[in-house]
C-alpha cells in the first residue's frame, strides 16, 4: 500500500525568505503523479503544483517549485519570496493507477510579517 | 467555471441523529469523491465514484455511512445514526477524465456531533 509522509507539523518563514517543505512517499509503482495542494482556512484545497514521475524534470510554478528525488521517494515543495497568503496548510498527495489520492497529514505554514 | 459546490459549509447535530451531506462536481467531471479530514489531519478516501458507480467504497463505514450518485452527476453522503467520532470535515472532489488529471475540491462540510 502507498504511503505519503509529512515530518513537519509546522513552519515558520519570515515574509520574502525561501521555505522547503518535505515529503517522502512509499509504493512499488513505477508510473504516478505527486502533487502539492494548500489548504487555506477556508478549507477548500487549491492545487499548487503536480509532478508526473516519468520526468526527471522537477516542476515549477512561478515561486513554487518541487526537488524530486524518484530514487529516495522525496517530493520536496520550495517557496521563494514567501508571501503572507502563503499562510495556510500544505498537503503533499500521491495518485497513480488506482485513481485514489492519498495524502500526508499536512503542514501548517505561517508566514511571518 | 464553477467549482465543486458543496452544503451545507456548517452542520451542528446531536449524537443518533442523521445528517446528509450534497455535493455538485464541475461538470464534465466523470470521478467524485467523498473525503474525510479530522482535525489536523490529511484527508482519507470514504468513496470514489466513477460515473454513477462506486467503485471504491472499502473505507466507508457501511453500518452508518451511506452515499449515492443519481445520474452521474451530484452526490449526497449520509450517516445515520451519527456518533461524537464522526465530527469532521468533509470534503468532495471531482476530476475530470484522463488518467492522472487533478482533483478540484469543494470547500468542505464542516461536521459537529454533540
Known amino acids: 500500500a502507498q504511503t505519503v509522509t509529512q515530518s513537519q507539523p509546522e513552519m515558520s518563514v519570515q515574509e520574502a525568505e525561501t521555505v522547503t517543505l518535505s515529503c517522502t512517499y512509499d509504493?512499488?509503482?513505477?508510473?504516478?503523479?505527486l502533487f502539492w495542494y494548500k489548504q487555506p482556512p477556508s478549507r477548500q484545497m487549491i492545487l499548487v503544483i503536480r509532478?508526473?514521475?516519468?520526468?526527471?524534470q522537477n516542476a515549477t510554478e512561478n515561486r513554487f517549485s518541487v526537488n524530486f528525488q524518484k530514487a529516495a521517494k522525496s517530493f520536496s515543495l520550495k517557496i521563494s519570496d514567501s508571501q503572507l497568503g502563503d499562510t495556510a496548510m500544505y498537503f503533499c498527495?500521491?495518485?497513480?493507477?488506482?485513481?485514489?489520492?492519498?495524502f500526508g497529514t499536512g503542514t501548517r505554514l505561517k508566514v511571518l510579517a | 467555471e464553477a467549482g465543486v459546490v458543496q452544503s451545507p459549509r456548517y452542520k451542528i447535530i446531536e449524537k443518533k441523529q442523521p445528517v446528509a451531506f450534497w455535493c455538485n462536481p464541475i461538470?464534465?467531471?466523470?470521478?467524485l469523491y467523498w473525503y474525510r479530514q479530522n482535525l489536523g489531519q490529511g484527508p482519507e478516501l470514504l468513496i470514489r465514484?466513477?460515473?454513477?458507480?462506486?467503485?471504491?467504497d472499502s473505507q466507508l463505514p457501511k453500518d452508518r455511512f451511506s452515499a449515492e450518485r443519481l445520474k452521474g452527476v451530484d452526490s449526497t453522503l449520509k450517516i445515520q445514526p451519527a456518533e461524537l467520532g464522526d465530527s469532521a470535515v468533509y470534503l468532495c472532489?471531482?476530476?475530470?477524465?484522463?488518467?492522472?488529471?487533478?482533483?478540484?475540491f469543494g470547500q468542505g462540510t464542516r461536521l459537529t456531533v454533540v
Open positions: 509504493t512499488s509503482e513505477n508510473n504516478y503523479y
Open positions: 461538470s464534465g467531471h466523470n470521478t
Open positions: 465514484y466513477e460515473n454513477e458507480e462506486a467503485v471504491d
Open positions: 509532478q508526473e514521475a516519468y520526468k526527471q
Open positions: 498527495a500521491f495518485h497513480s493507477g488506482t485513481y485514489k489520492y492519498i
Open positions: 472532489a471531482s476530476r475530470p477524465p484522463g488518467p492522472h488529471t487533478e482533483a478540484f
